[in-house]
């Protein structure tokens, strides 16, 4: 069995997610797959690992101490792998796909060097829509994709990263949360309807019982960064209401923290989203694949 890792990384993803179906759609494999795998490692092991419960799953204390065991291999693997980079050194180009957020506000600058680093080679970004990432991804056009909206394919496998949050902002000071009925009080941008804020967005006003065309919407637009400098450059008349948008929380970090922008939250609801590391199964155990992801979930950029 000890050749045979992959066995083992099921086991510590299904320990992880506490799930066995949140680790076969983590591992891109079917749940039966994962649970002939568990059965395969206690069968060989000649002992319970795992017991399901109704709220995840527990340890045996053979579990405990196979887990301990795994854990040691994984590091030995994912630094051989690291190692290995080094011995093959092939000259490539690692093209990664950006939905906007991404692409524009969480990888540019040190993350991408970093990145460059692990693997030893260039590295290229594309920005573009969630859908197109996993297009261009099927089509064998990039490497990997990191998208905010899980457009899913069955031959491609989708590891969450990040959480993030959409949030109300403004360049003028804003109350720490608004009432339904105060969103009327202000002047809006909003984004256009093909982005994944709107469609989200749009959920928690049909919750709330508005509609962007109940609200005074001055324009749409196309980007967050484009979205994120019309904020910024908005006029502080203090006789018309302050212009707002959504937008991702992580995209305006700095100028929050520098007292650029200001955010505000709807009262009761938090619009909350998963952003997803995605590639093909058909590279899965490719070294720079494995490399790249191996440093995003351990850094979060």
């Known amino acids: 069995m000890l050749k045979d890792f992959a066995k083992l ?13 949140k680790a076969s759609a983590k591992l891109g494999i079917s749940q039966p797959a994962v649970t002939q795998q568990i059965k395969f490692i206690e069968k060989y092991l000649d002992c319970k690992i795992i017991e399901r419960k109704k709220n995840g799953v527990i340890l045996t204390k053979e579990g405990e101490d196979l887990y301990r065991i795994a854990l040691r291999l994984e590091k030995c693997i994912n630094n051989a792998e690291r190692d290995l980079i080094k011995i093959i050194n092939k000259e490539i180009t690692f093209r990664i796909g950006a939905s906007f957020t991404i692409g524009n506000f969480i990888i540019p600058g040190k993350c991408l060097n970093n990145i460059k680093q692990v ?6 970004i594309k920005v573009e829509l969630s859908e197109q990432v996993i297009h261009d991804i099927v089509d064998k056009q990039i490497d990997l994709g990191l998208i905010e909206s899980p457009v899913f394919k ?7 990263w990040l959480e993030d949050e959409l949030v109300i902002f403004s360049n003028r000071p804003l109350p720490k949360t608004m009432r339904p009925e105060d969103l009327k009080n202000y002047r809006w941008i909003c984004r256009d309807e093909a982005s994944h804020t709107r469609r989200l967005v ?10 962007c065309k109940n609200l005074d919407v001055l324009y749409e637009v196309d980007s967050s960064a484009t979205l994120k400098a019309a904020i910024l450059k908005a006029e502080k008349d203090e006789e018309q209401p302050p212009v707002v948008s959504f937008i991702s929380h992580v995209a305006i970090a700095d100028e929050l923290e520098n007292g650029q922008l200001f955010e505000s939250r709807i009262r009761g609801h938090r619009i909350k989203r998963k952003l997803y ?13 494995e490399n790249v992801v191996n440093y995003l979930q351990q850094n979060k950029c």
Do not use: C, M, P, W
Not at 9 to 21: A, D, G, N, P
Not at 119 to 124: K, L, M, P, S, Y
Not at 277 to 289: G, L, N, Q, V, W
């Open 119 to 124: 693997i030893h080679n260039d590295v290229q």
């Open 154 to 160: 069955d031959d491609v496998i989708y590891r969450e």
């Open 277 to 289: 590391i995605a590639y093909s199964k058909e590279r899965k155990h490719d070294a720079f694949i």
């Open 9 to 21: 990384e099921t086991f510590l993803t299904v320990v992880r997610e506490h799930s066995f179906s």
């Open 202 to 211: 749009k959920e928690v006003f049909e919750e709330i019982g508005t509609e």
